[in-house]
């Protein structure tokens, strides 16, 4: 979910499908809101399962505020700095009205970016944009209404799709590769392994993993996905 990771991930895709001339096809599962959204923008295709949640095409910026914490506790933190905007989203102070305006226009920047890439990729119905720029989130069906996504189906739908996008036989065979055997395996086990040898799921991804200390930082993501049952 973090800008240039995602406008990294879609630099590559775009210019893999450019460089070979292959087919690529997104099979959305739960979750492919924003940065997920936004990698998925090369594709030939677009498929979301039927209860897939996409949209948020949006940016945010979190920044913890620890000030009046700390200040409970009797504890401050001294910033000394080669100019005034230096320290700028600091959690250990509150954030002026001209550093507030400077950070809105980086989120402005960045999320004009992320909406002109749609635009560009997809076939948008007149009006959609607008509705698509306030950064909520939609159902498979709405997105496909809004032009987000071209189908509904299931993975193996997808893999159908690309099938007949790249012109191979239904009996074209799939090739996984996994990191791990598993017995009786199937498109939906698990796509690899975590540093430790347990394995890591396809579909439920634990988010709140990748932000374990909460970093200041420009996102595309919808922050609600991070909340910790």
């Given at each position: 979910g973090t800008i240039?990771?995602?406008?990294?991930?879609?630099?590559?895709?775009?210019?893999?499908?450019?460089?070979?001339?292959?087919?690529?096809?997104?099979?959305?599962?739960?979750?492919?809101?924003?940065?997920?959204?936004?990698?998925?923008?090369p594709a030939d295709r677009i498929m979301a399962h039927p209860t897939t949640i996409t949209g948020s095409v949006g940016v945010v910026f979190l920044r913890p505020v620890?000030?009046?914490?700390?200040?409970?506790?009797?504890?401050?933190?001294?910033?000394?700095?080669?100019?005034?905007?230096?320290d700028m989203g600091s959690p250990f102070r509150r954030i002026?009205?001209?550093?507030?305006?400077?950070?809105?226009?980086?989120?402005?920047?960045?999320?004009k970016r992320f909406l002109n890439l749609v635009a560009r990729h997809r076939q948008l119905p007149e009006g959609?944009?607008?509705?698509?720029?306030t950064a909520r989130i939609f159902l498979a069906d709405e997105a496909?209404?809004?032009?987000?996504?071209?189908?509904?189906?299931?993975l193996?739908?997808?893999?159908?799709?690309?099938?007949?996008?790249?012109?191979?036989p239904e009996n074209a065979r799939v090739v996984v590769y996994r990191r791990t055997e598993f017995?009786?395996?199937n498109i939906y086990n698990t796509a690899s392994t975590r540093q430790d040898g347990t394995p890591s799921a396809l579909i439920h991804m634990n988010l709140p993993e990748i932000f374990p200390a909460w970093n200041a930082g420009f996102y595309y993501l919808w922050p609600q996905a991070l909340t910790v049952e």
């Open positions: 240039t990771a995602s406008d990294l991930l879609y630099h590559e895709l775009l210019k893999f499908r450019e460089r070979t001339g292959v087919k690529l096809v997104v099979s959305m599962m739960d979750l492919a809101t924003s940065g997920g959204y936004y990698i998925s923008l620890v000030a009046e914490l700390l200040g409970k506790l009797g504890v401050e933190v001294n910033s000394y700095t080669t100019g005034k905007n230096k002026t009205p001209e550093e507030q305006e400077m950070l809105q226009n980086l989120i402005d920047d960045m999320g959609a944009l607008d509705r698509i720029a496909k209404a809004l032009g987000l996504i071209d189908d509904i189906g299931y193996d739908d997808a893999l159908d799709l690309a099938k007949e996008l790249a012109g191979l017995p009786e395996d």
